[in-house]
């Protein structure tokens, strides 16, 4: 078992009491990977497969599959701006634009310091107040230029 996987242990086995069926807590095992790690490794899902006796591809299966896992580290304010047509539609794109161009990154790429991670993320269920940001896991709705700069200059 891998050592920073090994601290999870008793975790799991929590998780793994909840669940008639231990492949039932595959979803609950890798949100806690994902949120004491900062990202599902290839040797955690492996990990993963082998505590609930699955495929290994049964796994990977389930981290591409659904958006919110990541399979790389992210900096340390992940910024995840909505791209769903409603946000479309009130701006999101040319934000998103604008925060790849001040940090002087692409898609899903970390600034060299470490402090940022720009992605593009699906519907946050706050359509009525697009466009929608999420910084790490705090909410930010009705976003303007001027309200991403500040943003931006509170995660410094
Ligand atoms: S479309 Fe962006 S929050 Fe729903």
Redesign the pocket.
Known sequence: MPSSLSSLEDQVVRILARYPKPRSAAMPILHLIQETQGFISKEAMEWVAARLDLQPAQILELVTFYPMFRQHPVGRNHLKI???????L?G?ESLRDHLLRKLGVKLDETTPDGRFTVSEV???????????LMVNDDLH?NITPEKLEQILAACL
Do not use: H, N, Q, W
């Open positions: 909505c791209r769903t047509l409603p946000c479309a009130m999101a699906e519907c946050l269920a706050c359509c009525g107040s697009a466009p929608v709705e």
